[in-house]
């Protein structure tokens, strides 16, 4: 019985992780067809489609996505560091409310918000700031709550004693800050970051209202492209992103050693 | 003279309605090994955080050599702090731990090694330097922790219950350390604790808290030989505490009556307590001798007869009840070669030296 259940849940582990995986497979498979139609499994391999990338069509708006991520997640791991420091170490005044403000874009739809976003700015007559500001900005709004709720959860797990030992110590609170806090909540941070450049590189529904013609980011430019044809240039497009992502990924654990454990001795 | 490292002048804390500390004042010399000793909510550890400066007085004065503290930060005190759960850090090594404070004052890196080197080896803690604290035993990582405290070389340490995570074993042998650590490094030691024996083992000077206020202070061998208060006599030691009231005396002696008034014993008379403010005495139970052991007594005793009602053999020596004539209970503590003798039931002379009857106002 126990034997048969085991089985049974790793059938169904099976499943799901190649539910997850398969269309990847298929992405892959197609980035390498010969034929302008794409095609599972083709019978000849080619890298005419990776050597088709580069080109300035696709390069500048890979250059742009990738000076979005970097400039939204280092801009929103500051503010969002700033933001937890102030709502979940040091508890200021109205500390929950502060902190359902910051994490209440998470709960309006993107479509919206780059809605709201174009209106504003056209509105109170900024409307050049479309374009990489206006995304940067947006951008910073989608993802600083995710930074906020990872810094925020590491500081809350943060043991103060640490703090008055530092202080005993003579250490001023720039000091502790430096040498005891962010080196204690760096893997929540550095995992906040990543979600925050991953999720602005991949962006689409908020992307599409601020771009400005000629000036698109990598995702929207693939989806242009399909509008008119659906070749393997798209693939080999996504297969790239995709290494492009793995690697930021392990840059990001390499400096923010997010899935390393602490050497921690004191709970 | 002696210096006076740290000085308490009526310092209060309040937190709303309630008065944690109440009024205190103490004087702490230099390079003494002071404890401060009371059960949990005596305010002990506020006092602490006081003069750590963590909290601030309600009203009242902290002067730390002669400095009046008001309004100083904890990170300009120079003091050092050993905290109850070790408080190091995690993410730096035993070395990096302990170089931190000469780190935060900006020393150059040489004079930081030299720092840590000396300290580690005061606490015998060398070979450890590149360890994380997750590595270490509880003993090493207190070891650590008072490394740390003293590297910067304050003249004040203040330790908050270090040794209370410790199993018994390496707590007894710990207490040795810290003391022999003191000694070396003839640096002021205010040691937190309710534990009574760790404060008989290592002070110079005790300090007894009470709901917020002091107790008794004294040396160890004073507080428990001369407990002012039934709650002394109770907290320091073990101790027969026995309602009594006085009757007649002398000048060096006096008679009381305990228990239903049929027991009446002779108290050599103390220094402050007046007759009629008489209300409990007090009988350390090694204090209560067989009287053929007693033999030797060579002051005055009392004599009584008893009967043994309970004894347990702890080994070394016996605990016994007594129900003594005239209807009083005591505890005794009987260091005996005869021990196997003993057995409820028997009646059994007992002898209970004048000097032993501490007389208690409240």
């Given amino acids: 019985m126990n034997r048969l259940l085991t089985y049974l849940f790793r059938m169904a582990l099976a499943a799901i992780l190649a539910f997850i995986t398969l269309p990847l497979v298929v992405v892959v498979a197609a980035s390498f067809s010969p034929t302008s139609a794409v095609t599972f499994l083709p019978s000849e391999w080619t890298l005419q489609w990776y050597t088709a990338l580069w080109d300035s069509r696709w390069l500048d708006p890979f250059l742009l996505s990738v000076e979005l991520a970097v400039i939204v997640s280092l801009a929103s791991g500051l503010l969002g560091v700033l933001g937890a420091y102030s709502v979940a170490y040091a508890r200021c005044p109205g500390h929950t409310a502060i902190m359902a403000f910051l994490l209440s874009p998470m709960s309006v739809p993107q479509i919206v918000k780059g809605v709201a976003i174009v209106l504003f700015l056209s509105s109170i007559g900024l409307y050049d700031l479309l374009g990489t500001p206006g995304l940067v900005m947006a951008h910073i709004i989608l993802t600083l709550p995710y930074v906020v709720r990872m810094a925020a959860t590491a500081m809350f797990g943060f043991d103060k004693r640490l703090d008055r030992a530092a202080r005993i110590l003579g250490a001023s609170v720039t000091q502790r800050i430096r040498y005891v806090l962010l080196p204690l909540i760096r893997s929540g941070l550095f995992s906040g970051m990543t979600f925050a450049f991953i999720i602005s590189f991949n962006n689409i529904p908020l992307s599409v209202f601020l771009v400005r013609p000629g000036q698109t980011t990598l995702p929207i430019t693939v989806i242009n492209h399909l509008e008119y044809s659906l070749d393997p240039v798209l693939a080999a497009v996504n297969v790239a992103s995709l290494l492009f992502i793995l690697g930021a990924i392990i840059l990001f654990e390499k400096i923010g050693g997010f899935s390393a454990q602490f050497h921690g001795g004191s709970k | ?362």
């Fill in chain 2, 1 to 362: 003279m002696t210096t006076i490292d740290i000085e308490l002048l009526s310092v209060s804390k309040q937190f709303g309605a309630n008065r944690i500390v109440d009024d205190i004042s103490l004087a702490i010399p230099k390079g003494k090994f002071v404890s401060i000793l009371g059960p949990s909510g005596c305010g002990k550890t506020t006092t602490l955080n006081m003069i750590a400066g963590f909290e601030a007085p309600s009203s009242g004065q902290i002067r730390i050599r002669g400095r009046d503290q008001e309004g100083v930060p904890p990170e300009a005190r120079k003091i050092g702090l050993v905290f109850q759960n070790y408080a190091l850090f995690p993410h730096m090594t035993v070395a990096q731990n302990v170089g931190f404070g000469l780190k935060m004052q900006g020393r150059p890196r040489e004079e930081i090694a030299d720092g840590v080197s000396r300290a580690l080896k005061s606490v015998r803690l060398e070979g450890f330097e590149d360890r994380y604290p997750k590595e270490l035993s509880g003993g090493q990582q207190q070891r650590v922790a008072v490394a740390r405290a003293i590297a910067p070389s304050p003249s004040v340490l203040l330790l908050d219950e270090p040794l209370s995570n410790l199993d018994l074993k390496l707590r007894e042998a710990m207490r040795v350390e810290l003391k022999e650590i003191q000694e070396d490094l003839g640096m002021t030691f205010i040691y937190v604790t309710h534990d009574q024996e760790e404060a008989m083992a290592m002070s110079d000077r005790i300090i007894v808290m009470q709901g917020g206020v002091v107790a008794q202070e004294g040396a160890p061998t004073a507080i428990y030989g001369r407990p002012r208060t039934s709650f002394v006599a109770d907290f320091i030691g073990k101790s027969n505490i026995l309602p009594a009231s006085a009757e007649t005396g002398t000048d060096r002696n006096l008679k009381v009556s305990l228990g239903a008034g049929k027991a009446v014993l002779t108290a050599a008379r103390g220094d402050d307590v007046a007759p009629d403010k008489v209300r409990f005495c007090c009988i350390r139970p090694e204090a209560v001798r067989l009287a053929d052991a007693a033999g030797a007594l060579d002051e005055p005793a009392n004599r009584l007869t008893g009967t043994i009602q309970k004894v347990v053999n702890l080994g070394a020596y016996l605990e016994a009840r007594m129900l003594v004539d005239g209807g009083i209970t005591l505890k005794s503590m009987i260091r005996s070669t005869r021990l196997e003798k003993l057995s409820a039931g028997c009646r059994v002379d007992l002898a209970i030296a004048h000097s032993a009857v501490q007389l208690l106002e409240q």
